[in-house]
């Protein structure tokens, strides 16, 4: 079955009812997957052109009730735009790779794919977090108050020491990373009620208002979550008139 008619089926099931706009639809892992936050975050920022070209969008995470209120309420998203499922039950019959599943803890599996076993890119992503991108954008304006956990102890401005220039400077992703790190860890129960889950890859998946699929990425390793990770949404400017 095609990736539009299993998604279709999956609203209906679920009596979600979608426009006849354009659909983007983010399918997640976890909700404490890495991907999740950076995607969302992404997503977050780019909310006004999306619905200025008419495309809503749907993210469809792993997780409870309490981990998409938690999940949204941190990157900013509005909860009407993510669903929460309980299984990767969508995931298997979309064929989105699962990760690393060796028989051993979850969690160390996903340590282990953060080493880039069974993850292709994912040291090289993680080193383009410390060593910043001149073609990827800035994340933290100047003014900005950088919050590690409850502490505010850095500003965005710090960054203008490598470039006052819209580029992704060194060592800015890295720590949007860890602040990401720190809110997944200080509230674990609540983003992770079934840890078997944690490896899951997801899909970016667009339809047309004729229902037509226009793009489809599925990723395979850690820190992959698009096919352009310097500018993620990219591929939609080949859809927006």
Not at 48 to 65: A, H, P, Q, V
Not at 111 to 123: D, H, P, Q, Y
Not at 154 to 167: A, Q, W
Not at 194 to 205: K, V, W
Request: aromatic share 12%; glycine share 6%.
């Amino acid at each position: 079955m095609e990736c539009k008619n299993i998604l279709n089926e999956f609203f209906v099931e679920n009596k979600i009812f979608l426009s006849k706009r354009k659909r983007l639809f983010v399918i997640l892992g976890s909700f404490a997957d890495f991907d999740s936050f950076e995607y969302a975050q992404e997503l977050s920022s780019q909310v006004g052109r999306l619905s200025e070209n008419s495309i809503d969008f749907i993210i469809i995470g792993i997780g409870s009730k309490k981990s998409k209120e938690s999940f949204c309420r941190f990157t900013k998203l509005n909860v009407q735009n993510v669903i929460s499922v309980s299984n990767a039950d969508l995931h298997r019959k979309l064929n989105l790779n699962t990760g690393l599943f060796w028989p051993i803890p979850a969690a160390l599996n996903l340590l282990i794919m953060c080493a880039g076993v069974n993850s292709r890119g994912t040291i090289k992503e993680v080193l383009r977090g410390y060593l910043g991108d001149n073609t990827g954008h800035k994340i933290f304006s100047s003014d900005e108050n950088i919050k590690l956990g409850q502490f505010s102890l850095l500003k965005g401005k710090m960054f203008n020491i490598f470039s006052d220039k819209n580029v992704l400077r060194p060592f800015e992703l890295a720590t949007r990373r860890l602040i990401n790190m720190i809110e997944i860890l200080s509230n674990w129960n609540t983003y992770v009620p079934d840890i078997s889950f944690l490896t899951q890859r997801g899909a970016t998946i667009l339809i047309s208002e004729k229902d037509e699929l226009l793009y489809i990425y599925k990723p395979e390793s850690l820190l992959g979550y698009s096919s352009s990770m310097n500018n993620p949404l990219s591929f939609l400017d080949d859809f927006i008139n």
